[in-house]
């Protein structure tokens, strides 16, 4: 591979099991955990064992109105919403997934109503891709997103809070007590789960051209 050791590095086991059938001598795939400081520490990890590129791989939101579910999204650029720090994504890392465009936004925490997502800008927001990108920008190694769109910009989320941990697995007894309490967030969590499908669906392929792009 020219770009010698690729990471893959995504966010929970969901979408490493996705993953994984890339790995390899030249790729390798890595769970960071949920937000932009676990990514950062598994990214300087996977440096310092040998890494020489990096791809935040996984699923976004949309910030875009024109973005529909299952939309693969690669990015010029990944900004951090805390500190306002960005970093230019390689132009050949992952330029088989598709057309580089706008800025992926990271946030600390899930973005769930319509009104935060407009005051964000940029094209599409997650959790982790920032943390990647300073370690990589640190370690002077080339780094790129591809990231697929589970949810509208004009979507609301359900409240996941205590539903889905850290780790990114979602507890179904939790869920079916939420939606007892709560019954209006069933819409909600159905749209979710058809957005998750679709972006499966988009994400796959599109790691795959890019993997096959970098070799």
């Not at 990471?7 to 929970?12: E, H, N």
């Not at 996705?18 to 440096?47: D, K, W």
Request: with cysteine.
């Amino acid at each position: 591979m020219g770009r010698g050791v690729v990471a893959l590095m995504c966010a929970v086991p969901a979408e490493e099991r996705m993953l994984r059938r890339f790995a390899g001598p030249g790729v390798r795939v890595i769970v960071t955990g949920m937000g932009a400081g676990p990514a950062e520490q598994r990214a300087r990890e996977a440096i310092a064992d040998g890494v020489t590129a990096a791809i935040s791989v996984g699923f976004c939101g949309a910030l875009d109105p024109s973005l529909e579910r299952g939309d693969v999204v690669v990015p010029e650029s990944v900004r951090d919403a805390i500190t306002g720090d960005a970093w230019e994504c390689d132009a050949d890392l992952a330029r088989g997934a598709g057309a580089r465009r706008g800025t992926l936004v990271t946030s600390d925490r899930v973005v769930s109503a319509p009104h935060e997502r407009r005051g964000l800008g940029g094209l599409a927001v997650d959790m982790e891709s920032a943390g990647t990108a300073r370690a990589c920008a640190r370690a002077g190694i080339p780094f790129a997103a591809i990231r697929a769109i589970t949810d509208r910009a004009d979507d609301r989320l359900p409240d996941i809070r205590g539903v889905v941990d850290e780790h990114g697995d979602v507890h179904p007894l939790r869920v079916v007590g939420r939606l007892i309490a709560r019954p209006s967030d069933i819409a909600a969590w159905a749209r979710l789960a058809r957005g998750a499908r679709a972006a499966r669906r988009g994400l796959v392929p599109a790691v795959e051209a890019a993997l096959r792009g970098a070799a």
